[in-house]
T-cell receptor, first 113, second 114 residues
Framework: QKEVEQDPGPLSVPEGAIVSLNCTYS??????FMWYRQYSRKGPELLMY????GNKEDGRFTAQVDKSSKYISLFIRDSQPSDSATYLC?????????????FGKGTKLTVNP | EPEVTQTPSHQVTQMGQEVILRCVPI?????FYWYRQILGQKVEFLVS????????KSEIFDDQFSVERPDGSNFTLKIRSTKLEDSAMYFC????????????FGDGTRLSIL
């Protein structure tokens, strides 16, 4: 079983739709969970950063972590064409000195005007 | 907003040549990382660096790779004798602390080995 699994899509939605992106993982030591957005030929840009289980909201973005199911989600409300990008989930275990990130493969999202 | 900067944006090198990729992390950050992304694949961890020492390295980071912080602002990745399979995007990242602080990434260097 891969350490982090993410459906690569592609996912195509109309403008204004609610988008749901998901990752599953196998390593129960993961405690920190991140979502990055990556535009073409650019580096990953941090969107959301959460610790342990629960929800976190920032504007149109909501991140959910369910550690019991080893499942994380990112919801995008009122999606815009500018949200078209690849979304990467990433996670790490606290080892006190190094926070190696383990990434999913990324989901390519297109929001159509 | 402060950002991680990487140079060059694209590097083309002959197989067997040495290459140095450069990064300027965010100024008050203390932890530095290199990742790579082969076309169509996941972003993969290479190495982390703190207090002028490697904290952790992956199995990819073999003897051909080295990292250095030559001064107070730059962080470099050297590949001593490049192979065709080293062709990838290389991302530098930095964070303020190891725990509970997110990593911020640069826009990467695209390395093409001929």
């Amino acid at each position: 079983q891969k350490e982090v699994e993410q459906d690569p899509g592609p996912l195509s939605v109309p403008e204004g739709a609610i988008v749901s992106l998901n990752c599953t993982y196998s390593n129960s030591a993961f405690q920190y969970f991140m979502w990055y957005r990556q535009y073409s030929r650019k580096g990953p840009e941090l969107l959301m950063y959460t610790y342990s289980s629960g929800n976190k909201e920032d504007g149109r973005f909501t991140a959910q972590v369910d550690k019991s199911s080893k499942y994380i989600s990112l919801f995008i409300r009122d999606s815009q064409p500018s949200d078209s990008a690849t979304y990467l989930c990433a996670m790490s275990a606290s080892k006190g000195g190094s926070e190696k990130l383990v990434f999913g493969k990324g989901t390519k999202l297109t929001v159509n005007p | 907003e402060p950002e991680v900067t990487q140079t060059p944006s694209h590097q083309v090198t002959q197989m067997g040549q040495e290459v140095i990729l450069r990064c300027v992390p965010i100024s008050n950050h203390l932890y530095f990382y290199w990742y790579r992304q082969i076309l169509g694949q996941k972003v993969e961890f290479l190495v982390s660096f703190y207090n002028n020492e490697i904290s952790e390295k992956s199995e990819i980071f073999d003897d051909q790779f080295s990292v250095e912080r030559p001064d107070g602002s730059n962080f470099t990745l050297k590949i001593r004798s490049t192979k065709l399979e080293d062709s990838a995007m290389y991302f530098c990242a930095s964070s303020r602390a190891a725990s509970n602080q997110p990593q911020h990434f640069g826009d990467g260097t695209r390395l093409s080995i001929l």
